[in-house]
């Protein structure tokens, strides 16, 4: 299966970003995907699928996958506390998945001028989860490339 | 740019479905008459009237190039009907037919897709023309009609005549001049003079107007009627053209006159027939009603008149009624029960025979050149006259009106939306009756009225079910056009045989099994039956290959299976195949023969070495397992070596309602389709066996089944293990049995299954026995478990 991942005009007129953060690190995800952030909930355990998909959750009559982006990251689940959240994302219009992150933080703007690209050396960044980098006046944000940790199979 | 005339887009659903339904019907006449390679009268007939139908609602629908195209086929078929020459060369013929049929069909495709413009057809309809010229050729070689096939307007004319009579051929002419013209009745009698030579016989009203000067007031204000009849050289097309470019000349209308003037009225049977309220086209359906008794009239005359061109007509019809007059051949009860069986006819009433005796006086009055409009007149005043027949009349509307009404069309989204609709209320339901707020209450009025609720619900559900089930034939025949032309193009011979085709399926999943069924059949046909006939014989097969579909429904499956009679399949060179390709996940030892088998359906295989027109790239059965699974649906291959290759494809009868048990494994609730499961019972000691490599089995009344944990199955934490503690589940697929080890039965509820999202789909949850999910009264999912699946992966 093959998604679009043409990475559009946002690096030359940027745009409105979600920031979450997993551990101490904040990333960012484009707007335009997110449908809404609803409370960590029960999650029904799909069985024999790769481990970074915890199951699936029944959202308004919607059965949805749900991804946690820690074990995406390599890192190991840790227990949902009152702030883990879930980031309902939607691809091609009707393909909803969910995202498990420690806390969502704030929606800022991101101006062209703070972004840049990321390196291209061959142990960085290997798995092109990261479109860009944005760098302002808040800090460090890694821009996520939602198709590719989405969608993308381990290979 | 729209393509469609203005006021016509709420007739393109209505267009496009009776088009294609037409154009299928005309491949299947087309694929009979050729296996039987005989050509009936009423074969024939039918492709004529089938292309006759096309062309008027196209060329109403303004979709010029299909009207004309139509068009070039009516008059091909018109030859045939009319002169039937010997046609000795019927592979052009058919070429001919089924290339026309293809590109209306593909222009079907795109008529809707406003940036794609018409395309031209002009090649294929030159061709068409050719080949029309030489059929005509073949019987009347000196004829002076020989341009006429390759002259659309003429072959009109021609039909018109047939149509209306059986002698005669007069027109009338109604000319109107400028509105600057002055000294009408000379100008009149310029054109009067103009048409003179060709024609053999002409009057004119007013009459006297080359000595009464008043008569040009006449003419301005009502025109000037010429009646007349051309000489045989020449045509109404070429009088008209003569008026309209006669000086001052504003307008000439052309109408025939109708050939009854030698019969008396009261000969011919007056029947009004009104169509269906909402049927819409009124006047085509009018025209296919013609058509269809047309053969069994002596005579035969109508109004409106002008209902093949003019759309305004569908009013007329639709508020008064089409009015038909015959003298039929056959009984006039037959000609009665066509009109009846004509699609969207409400009711055929007859006008009584004795009013003729009234409309005596105005048939010769309308010969000579009155307007027809004279008969509806007297028409509408007839039903008060005939006070004698209402009974009778009465009696005829009703029955056909009960018989036509029994039958509507309805579009499937809303058929959609109904079974949408049902699934959320079963699943409200369950959230009602089983909510938690209820738990250890004591509810007896409750539980009874609930259970009423669910016997209705179930009542309903079973109905909108059977309200979209349709038979399979209709995937099944359009395969045989298929196979048709792929055994032209590629030499084989090779039989279709059909077996299960009316087994009834989701109407929505006949739609998307037409894709699959089609890289199937062309699979079997290009790679599966043997290159060449010797290549069979050497085999010791039949030389004529054989292709079955075949369906059946097994315990809420619909069972389809495309076998071929060919060469069949190696493992072994899949194998290897496979390897070169790369798409091998584990070391090559590892694979069964059945795995090595599914390797086809990978995305990426393509055993054929070389890619044909028809299959060989590698992206057939990939995309045929992705849109079974879209469904719902499983496939498999199996295939013996020498003698053939199947593939199976199992899809859910019912695309969303279940009966399933719920049963819980460890934190998880799954639930099995009740209609896999035999019973379920606690294990008692005596019962259980163990092989010699450890496995476990259970022994059931002298039968012998092997044991699935679940819990191992689906690697789940915090399961029951202790077989004596838990609860046994014996589940039957596909003729083999086997025995679930759960936690417990929680209870049986309907459930309405909803697909895995595609992402999960990517993870072979189908291949692990998953089919999809469901959602229960108190809002948690289940997963529906396919026990085939388990079982037979065993």
């Given at each position: 299966m093959t998604y679009d991942t043409d990475v559009q005009t946002f690096d030359t007129s940027g745009g409105e970003v979600l920031l979450f953060s997993i551990d101490d690190v904040i990333y960012g995800i484009e707007i335009k995907y997110i449908n809404e952030i609803i409370s960590y909930e029960n999650i029904t355990v799909v069985p024999k699928v790769p481990q970074y998909i915890k199951g699936v959750i029944n959202i308004r009559g919607q059965i949805v996958p749900i991804i946690s982006v820690r074990r995406r990251f390599g890192k190991e689940d840790i227990p949902p506390d009152e702030r883990t959240c879930v980031i309902v994302l939607e691809f091609d219009g009707s393909n909803q998945v969910g995202i498990i992150v420690d806390r969502v933080r704030e929606v800022t703007m991101a101006k062209p001028e703070n972004i840049c690209a990321t390196p291209t050396h061959k142990n960085v960044n290997a798995n092109h989860y990261i479109k860009y980098i944005i760098e302002d006046e808040g800090g460090i944000k890694l821009l996520l490339n939602c198709e590719k940790l989405v969608l993308e199979l381990d290979k | 740019m729209a393509k469609f005339e203005s006021g016509m887009e709420s007739m393109v659903d209505t267009y496009i479905f009776e088009t294609t339904s037409l154009l299928e019907q005309l491949d299947q006449i087309l694929i009979k008459t050729e296996s039987e390679s005989t050509f009936g009268e009423d074969e024939i007939n039918e492709i004529f009237r089938i292309m006759h139908t096309i062309k008027g609602s196209s060329a109403m629908m303004g979709l010029e190039n299909m009207s004309h195209l139509a068009h070039a086929v009516e008059d091909m078929f018109y030859i045939i009907r009319e002169d039937k020459p010997d046609i000795s060369d019927t592979r052009t013929l058919y070429d001919l037919v089924f290339t026309a049929s293809d590109l209306l069909k593909a222009e079907i495709d795109i008529v809707q897709d406003e940036d794609t413009p018409p395309t031209d057809f002009s090649e294929h309809m030159r061709r068409i023309r050719d080949y029309a010229a030489v059929l005509k050729g073949v019987v009347s070689a000196p004829a002076p009609a020989a341009e006429k096939p390759a002259v659309a307007a003429p072959a009109d004319a021609g039909e018109m005549v047939e149509v209306l009579t059986s002698g005669g051929a007069g027109y009338t002419a109604l000319v109107t001049f400028e509105d600057d013209a002055v000294m009408l009745n000379l100008r009149a009698l310029i054109v009067v003079n103009n048409i003179m030579e060709k024609c053999s016989s002409i009057s004119y009203e007013p009459a006297d107007i080359e000595n009464n000067s008043d008569t040009a007031d006449f003419i301005a204000k009502n025109g000037f009627r010429i009646t007349y009849t051309p000489v045989e050289s020449s045509g109404a097309e070429e009088i008209t053209e003569i008026i309209r470019s006669t000086t001052f000349v504003k307008n000439v209308t052309t109408e025939q006159l109708l050939a009854v003037k030698s019969v008396p009225a009261a000969s011919l049977t007056t029947v009004k027939v009104m169509f269906e309220p909402d049927c819409k086209m009124e006047n085509l359906r009018a025209m296919m009603v013609i058509n269809n008794i047309r053969d069994d009239c002596e005579m035969l005359a109508y109004y409106p008149e002008d209902i093949e061109s003019d759309q305004a007509t569908a009013q007329i019809i639709k508020t008064d009624g089409f009015i038909i007059r015959f003298r039929a051949s056959i009984p006039n009860e037959e000609i009665y029960r066509i009109i009846g069986e004509t699609p969207s006819v409400r009711s055929v009433d007859e006008i009584n025979h004795e009013i003729h005796a009234d409309t005596a006086e105005e048939r010769p009055e309308m010969a000579e050149g009155q307007s027809p409009a004279a008969v509806p007149a007297a028409e509408a005043a007839e039903p008060a006259r005939t006070g004698a027949q209402p009974v009778q009349q009465h009696q005829s509307s009703k029955k056909h009106g009960e018989k036509k009404q029994s039958l509507i069309s309805v579009n499937l989204s809303k058929l959609d939306q109904l079974l949408n609709m049902v699934g959320e209320i079963v699943i409200a339901e369950a959230m009602v009756t089983s909510n938690p707020d209820l738990k250890g209450l004591k509810l007896d009025n409750f539980q009874k009225a609930a259970r009423q609720l669910r016997k209705l619900n179930s009542e309903m559900q079973d109905i909108v079910m059977s309200i979209r089930m349709v038979p399979i034939s209709g995937a099944f025949n359009k395969m045989t056009r298929i196979v048709r032309d792929m055994k032209v193009k590629l030499g084989k011979e090779v039989d279709l045989v059909f077996e299960g085709a009316e087994t009834?399926?989701?109407?929505?999943?006949?739609?998307?099994?037409?894709?699959?069924?089609?890289?199937?059949?062309?699979?079997?046909?290009?790679?599966?039956?043997?290159?060449?006939?010797?290549?069979?014989?050497?085999?010791?097969?039949?030389?004529?290959?054989?292709?079955?579909?075949?369906?059946?429904?097994?315990?809420?499956?619909?069972?389809?299976?495309?076998?071929?009679?060919?060469?069949?399949?190696?493992?072994?060179?899949?194998?290897?195949?496979?390897?070169?390709?790369?798409?091998?996940?584990?070391?090559?030892?590892?694979?069964?023969?059945?795995?090595?088998?599914?390797?086809?359906?990978?995305p990426g295989f393509s055993t054929n070495e070389k890619v044909t027109e028809y299959s060989g790239r590698g992206v057939g059965m990939d995309v045929v397992k992705q849109n079974i699974e879209k469904l719902?649906?499983?496939?498999?291959?199996?295939?013996?070596?020498?003698?053939?290759?199947?593939?199976?494809?199992?899809?859910?009868?019912?695309?969303?309602?279940?009966?399933?048990?719920?049963?819980?494994?460890?934190?998880?609730?799954?639930?099995?389709?009740?209609?896999?499961?035999?019973?379920?019972?606690?294990?008692?000691p005596n019962q259980l066996l163990t092989d010699t490599d450890g496995h476990d089995m259970i022994m059931i009344r002298g039968e012998c089944f092997p044991l699935i944990r679940l819990y191992e199955l689906y690697e789940l934490e915090g399961a029951q293990q202790d077989l004596y503690e838990g609860i046994i589940i014996l589940a039957e697929a596909d003729g083999k049995s086997a025995c679930l080890l759960a936690d417990g039965l929680i209870g049986e509820q309907q459930v309405v299954i909803k697909p895995f999202s595609p992402l999960l789909n990517n993870f072979g949850v189908k291949q692990n026995g998953m089919s999809g999910c469901s959602i229960l009264g108190d809002g948690s999912i289940t997963i529906i478990l396919d026990v085939s699946n388990i079982i037979t992966d065993m």
């Open positions: - | 009834e399926v989701d109407k929505s999943i006949i739609d998307s099994l037409n894709d699959p069924l089609m890289h199937m059949v062309r699979n079997s046909m290009d790679h599966g039956i043997e290159e060449t006939a010797a290549d069979r014989i050497a085999a010791g097969k039949s030389p004529v290959g054989k292709i079955t579909l075949s369906a059946y429904s097994s315990s809420g499956e619909v069972v389809i299976i495309v076998a071929d009679d060919g060469a069949g399949m190696d493992p072994q060179k899949l194998l290897t195949k496979a390897e070169r390709n790369g798409i091998l996940t584990k070391p090559r030892s590892e694979y069964t023969d059945k795995e090595a088998l599914n390797l086809v359906m990978l719902g649906g499983t496939v498999s291959v199996d295939s013996k070596l020498g003698q053939g290759t199947s593939f199976i494809i199992k899809i859910p009868l019912s695309l969303s309602i279940v009966d399933g048990m719920e049963v819980s494994v460890g934190r998880s609730i799954f639930t099995i389709p009740i209609n896999y499961i035999k019973e379920s019972f606690k294990l008692k």
